[in-house]
């Protein structure tokens, strides 16, 4: 079935440090990839996705590109807020017949501090 | 607009007890979905309705488990004889139809089992 593995966290890092957040998968067939980011507190909130190989997705300073060939969608961001404090998920789509049943990694919780 | 609002946010109840849990998707949103996060499994899919009809209902853990939609609309995850195992966090998403739309999440309601 399909997976997706997450390095675990957390991540610590300074303000203004680069992230990195490693994620690869297994799957059958082409799936989209998504990364999901958790508040504290709060529900999951769609970060950036990517469905097809080589796109890259973007929002708000991270990025991540679909590598087929290495089966990763691994996250950056090239210099972190204390505002990004929050678990990150890294996610696929199953599709089936017209919808996608999410299959998720266990999450990366990073802590950035002034 | 709205996001997805789910309730209770938090649920207490003693072991043994039903309990309901309340979903109220993005208007127009025909796709629904419910998650269970819990620190030992992670996010795991439930169940998915188009509209009314839950045509993938893999990820329910028992037969204790059941969910319903009406007017393509809310939707309520009903657990009966709840176990301490049931404690986790309850996801609401929806999207529209397709199989690479992105899902929007509510905030969840948090289940403790006493």
């Known amino acids: 079935g399909n997976s997706v593995t997450q390095m675990e966290g957390p991540v610590t890092l300074s303000e203004e440090a680069f992230l990195t957040i490693n994620c690869t998968y297994t799957a059958t067939g082409y799936p989209s990839l998504f990364w999901y980011v958790q508040y504290p507190g709060e529900g999951l909130q769609l970060l950036l996705k990517a469905t097809k190989a080589d796109d890259k997705g973007s929002n708000k300073g991270f990025e991540a590109t679909y590598r087929k060939e290495t089966t990763s969608f691994h996250l950056e961001k090239g210099s972190v807020q204390v505002s990004d404090s929050a678990v990150y998920f890294c996610a696929l789509s199953d599709e089936n017949s017209g919808y996608s049943t999410l299959t998720f990694g266990k999450g990366t919780m990073l802590l950035v501090s002034p | ?114």
Do not use: M
């Open chain 2, 1 to 114: 607009g709205a996001g997805v609002s789910q309730s209770p946010s938090n649920k207490v109840t003693e072991k043994g007890k039903d309990v309901e849990l309340r979903c109220d998707p993005i208007s127009g949103h025909t796709a629904l979905y419910w998650y269970r996060q819990s620190l030992g499994q992670g996010l795991e899919f439930l169940i998915y309705f188009q509209g009314n009809s839950a045509p993938d209902k893999s990820g329910l853990p028992s037969d204790r488990f059941s969910a319903e939609r009406t007017g393509g609309s809310v939707s309520t995850l009903t657990i009966q004889r709840t176990q301490q195992e049931d404690s986790a966090v309850y996801l609401c998403a929806s999207s529209l139809l397709g199989g690479n739309q992105p899902q929007h999440f509510g905030d969840g309601t948090r289940l403790s089992i006493l």
